[in-house]
């Protein structure tokens, strides 16, 4: 087998989100360190999405490679029906710490999406084991939780869905309570209530910016009420943490920024640094407690063969010493300091439509008179010249974000701004 690296992927692999016929051959990437991507050609790539917002403390970690290293020299996996393992209990015990007080059990399974698929099968069931099933949920316009069925289903219907429709399950959508969209949010909610609050299991959000949307930015503010009127129905919420959590919006978690508290919380992504797939649902007792019985069909039926696995624990436990380090703290205020200069610096260009910034999440949404298409060519434009320029840049239609490792230095994140606004005088 001597094809080089590119001609064996297109021999024999299928990348996601890609059509495989019309997109150019991917990029062979062969080593990380810091905030950079290293390709076979010898090119150096700056991480500026954190390798689809995953990556924390920049790529290769040796602090994490070698809590991984030494937890596979010990133990690499164990079945985690009837047996448990230090790393498990461990990450529990320090999520628990570091979440709000309510929060009492974690449960582990494998990526985003599951930690959102675990999230929408306890809440119904925590219903049905009430003995007053419920299967409707509540979600925001525009969600993206995630490509599994059920977090397909509580996930807007796009082009992302269709071939999949008949098979999801129904879904009151309300609007994102975006300024000028609270009251009409809380309104719809309140009716969706009046209309049938006996059939509603659970509203589940990302808190404060949904990602795939477009990082669609809201207040902490609107975010509560909804939240409130949900408790005073006896509503469960599920915060879908998955891309915000760990430091993303400047806090630990988006929740830190609310007065209410979610009932479960999703988590993946940078739960692990960003090192291997992994995903975490939290929840509180009260949750919990409904799965407390003599009766066995009362048990929560859902597991994963790599459940808890222990590699994935101890890269958690090391990203979250890393995390929670002054330093840390300080990188992730000084980016979310930059991103609001850098934001206040171009909000008047003529191609910027809006800016928006939270924590170090930093999103500019391109000026296009009528065409947003997620297809429009204008993304394609803007991806091929931040490749151009070193920058991996994944726009989501006409907008393009920064969510770096909190590793990238003030130098690195000013070299990306300089050529965003290289790209805001080309693409006019
Ligand atoms: N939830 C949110 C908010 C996400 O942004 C994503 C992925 O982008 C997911 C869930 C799904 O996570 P995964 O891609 O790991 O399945």
Redesign the pocket.
């Known amino acids: 087998m001597n094809m080089n690296l590119i001609e064996r992927d297109s021999r024999y692999v299928w990348h996601p989100y890609t059509q495989m016929q019309t997109t150019p051959a991917p990029i062979g990437i062969v080593r990380g360190e810091g905030a950079y991507l290293y390709a076979g050609d010898g090119r150096k790539y700056f991480d500026a999405v954190a390798s689809?917002?995953v990556n924390l403390h920049g790529h290769s970690h040796s602090y994490i490679a070698e809590k991984v290293s030494e937890q596979l020299r010990t133990l690499e996996h164990a079945m985690f029906a009837g047996f448990t393992h230090p790393p498990a209990v461990d990450l529990a015990e320090r999520l628990l710490e570091v979440l709000p007080s309510d929060q009492a059990k974690v449960f582990y399974s494998d990526?985003?999406?599951?930690?959102?698929e675990v999230a929408v099968k306890m809440a119904m069931q925590y219903w049905s084991n009430k003995g007053t099933p419920r299967n409707r949920l509540i979600a925001l316009k525009d969600a993206?939780?995630?490509?599994?069925f059920g977090?397909m289903s509580v996930s807007s219907r796009s082009t992302f869905t269709a071939p999949f429709s008949p098979l999801l399950f129904e879904v009151d959508f309300i609007d994102v309570p975006v300024k000028g969209s609270e009251e009409e949010a809380l309104e719809q909610l309140r009716r969706i209530m009046l209309e049938r609050e006996d059939e509603i299991a659970a509203f589940i959000f990302?808190p404060l910016v949904q990602?795939?949307a477009g990082m669609v930015m809201y207040e902490p503010g609107p975010l509560d009420q909804l939240l409130k009127i949900c408790r005073e129905h006896g509503i469960l919420t599920i915060a879908?943490e998955?891309?915000?959590g760990f430091g993303r919006t400047g806090k630990l978690f988006a929740c830190n920024y609310l007065e209410q508290q979610p009932d479960i919380f999703?988590f993946?992504?940078g739960i692990t640094g960003g090192t291997m797939?992994f995903?975490a649902t939290t929840c509180t007792q009260q949750v919990f407690d409904a799965f407390l019985s003599g009766d066995k069909l009362k048990t929560f039926f859902h597991g994963h063969s790599f459940t808890a696995n222990p590699l994935a624990c101890a890269a958690s436990l090391a990203s979250l010493d890393i995390l929670v380090e002054p330093e840390t703290m300080e990188s992730i205020a000084r980016i979310s300091r930059q991103h609001e200069a850098f934001a206040g610096k171009i909000a008047g260009h003529r191609s910027v439509r809006q800016v928006r910034c939270r924590g170090t999440i930093f999103a500019l949404e391109w000026e296009t008179g009528d065409s947003t298409s997620y297809f429009s060519g204008l993304r394609d434009k803007l991806y091929n010249f931040f490749l151009e320029n070193g920058i991996i840049m994944r726009p989501l239609g006409n907008i393009i974000y920064i969510m770096p490792p909190y590793c990238s230095t003030e130098e690195e994140l000013d070299f990306v701004y300089q050529t965003i606004e290289l790209a805001l005088e080309k693409f006019s």
Not at 111 to 116: E, I, K, Q
């Open positions: 689809w917002w990526d985003g999406s599951t930690a959102v993206y939780h995630g490509d599994t977090a990302e990602g795939t879908d998955v891309m915000t999703c993946s992504k797939a995903g």
